[in-house]
């Protein structure tokens, strides 16, 4: 804005705004003139209202009106004046404290150009700085890609000679995989083969197992059914048959002791190789027992046959001829 607005003009502008029939004010007679800072134009604007009491003072003189309404009309004058210039001084107090403000703002608002235009000094200097650092950045960054460069055609050339192995190497496996396929081919016909034959033997000897458990339980049976058949004998001959039946006890007890060790050699021989070396010896086992049984039994029937046919003899009854159990007869195969 224009600074320095001369006093005649900004008295003219005034007395326009006045002759529209409108109060001058600051703001007024800037828009008037077009120009004029508010602190000039307010302090020539006092000026004009000076110069307007002196000029209406002069025209109070009303020479052709009555002495009495002349004095009253001046008195209104005065009265109407001092109001106007009352209100004019507010107005001007007014358009001074915004100038105050105005100015107060504009210091504030040096101050903060300030502030910024050092903050901008001082973020120029740091782009500066950081322009030169980012050129030597570049530089070291062109450097580094050179370096690649050469270091990428090194790996290429070494990548080529990695992957030439690598074909190498993957025939080599291709090659152990066949080998390893044929391998696990003919250990899988092994060990079917031999699982088969361990199938065998297992049947083979849980068949002469069987077999042996059922001998032994069919001799059990007839030596309880020749038992029976010579009970009524033996009463007569209680003391030797008492004897006899301690030792057939005593053998029976063996004959025991030789099942359980059939069935203990059974689960053992269950999880060996030499399977059919212990079935035999566990057969040869309850065979001896099954002699000495049968040897017993043997000299069982020959002592009550001979004491019943010295019964008969002496009673005259013809005797019937007892025919021994043989014992080889029930022998295992």
Do not use: C
């Not at 006092?46 to 309404?69: H, M, Q, S």
């Not at 040096?110 to 700085?129: C, M, S, T, V, Y």
């Amino acid at each position: 804005m224009a600074v320095g607005v001369p006093e005649a003009e900004v008295f003219a502008a005034a007395d326009r705004v006045l002759a529209r029939g409108e109060r001058p004010t600051v703001e007024r007679v800037r828009l008037e003139l077009g120009r004029g800072s508010p602190a000039r134009v307010g302090q020539l604007l006092e000026a004009w209202w000076d110069a307007l009491a002196k000029r209406l003072a002069g025209e109070t003189r009303l020479p052709d009106l009555p002495a009495a309404a002349s004095t009253a009309f001046t008195e209104l004058w005065r009265v109407a004046m001092d109001e106007a210039h009352a209100l004019a001084q507010r107005e001007l107090d007014e358009q001074r404290m915004a100038a105050d403000a105005e100015r107060a703002q504009l210091h504030t608002d040096r101050i903060d150009w300030e502030k910024q235009l050092a903050e901008a000094n001082l973020a120029r200097g740091e782009a500066e700085a950081a322009r030169t650092q980012a050129a030597e950045r570049l530089q070291d960054l062109q450097r580094r890609v050179t370096q690649l460069e050469h270091q990428v055609a090194e790996d290429t050339e070494r990548q080529k000679g990695l992957e030439a192995q690598r074909q190498a190497a993957e025939r080599d496996r291709r090659e152990l995989q066949d080998r390893l396929a044929t391998r696990e081919a003919v250990a899988a016909q092994e060990r079917e083969a031999a699982a088969q034959y361990l199938r065998t033997v297992e049947d083979r000897s849980h068949a002469e197992v069987d077999r042996a458990r059922q001998e032994a339980k069919a001799l059990r049976n007839e030596i309880e059914r020749t038992g029976r058949t010579h009970q009524q004998a033996v009463l007569e001959s209680r003391q030797r048959e008492s004897e006899l039946r301690h030792r057939l006890g005593k053998e029976e007890r063996s004959v025991g002791e030789h099942a359980a060790r059939v069935r203990a050699l059974e689960e053992h021989l269950a999880r060996l190789d030499g399977l059919g070396d212990a079935l035999r010896s566990a057969q040869e086992a309850v065979r001896t027992g099954l002699e000495r049984e049968a040897q017993l039994r043997h000299a069982l029937d020959e002592a009550t046959h001979r004491k019943l046919k010295g019964k008969l003899a002496g009673s005259g009854t013809p005797s019937r001829t007892k025919v021994p159990v043989n014992a080889k007869s029930r022998q295992l195969p």
